[in-house]
């Protein structure tokens, strides 16, 4: 059974920054490409950001590019999501998720099969 725990989510003002983990246990965590997905209330849940295997290769949503951030420790079982100059519009509940299929970086919910329950962030102006 693959477990996903996140932390580091929190209160922060407009402008701050916020890191936020994922250790993943169970199974082998370096055989899983990760990613992170947000939901706000009454919206969709979204992607953020995705990592290959070795962390070598990245993808980002747009809203998010140049602001967060993606990596991976395999030695920890543990993947980030430093997050920078947040803004209102990033409060959401975070979700790390892992990926089995490796040949490419995949964006949508239904792709993911092993999820974490979420951590809140919120973003105050």
């Known amino acids: 059974q693959v477990q996903l725990v996140e932390s580091g989510g929190g209160l922060v003002q407009a402008g701050g920054s916020l890191r936020l983990s994922c250790e993943v246990s169970g199974r082998t965590f370096s055989s899983y490409a990760m990613g992170w997905f947000r939901q706000a209330p009454g919206k969709e849940r979204e992607f953020i950001a995705a990592?290959?295997?070795?962390?070598?290769?990245?993808l980002y949503a747009e809203s998010v590019k140049g602001r967060f951030t993606i990596s991976r420790d395999n030695a920890k079982n543990t993947v980030y999501l430093q997050m920078n100059s947040l803004k209102p519009e990033d409060t959401a509940v975070y979700y790390c998720?892992?990926?089995?299929?490796?040949?490419?970086?995949?964006?949508?919910?239904?792709?993911?099969?092993?999820w974490g329950q979420g951590t809140q962030v919120t973003v105050s102006s």
């Open positions: 990592s290959s295997t070795s962390g070598g290769r990245t």
């Open positions: 998720a892992a990926d089995v299929y490796l040949y490419k970086l995949r964006s949508r919910v239904v792709e993911y099969e092993y």
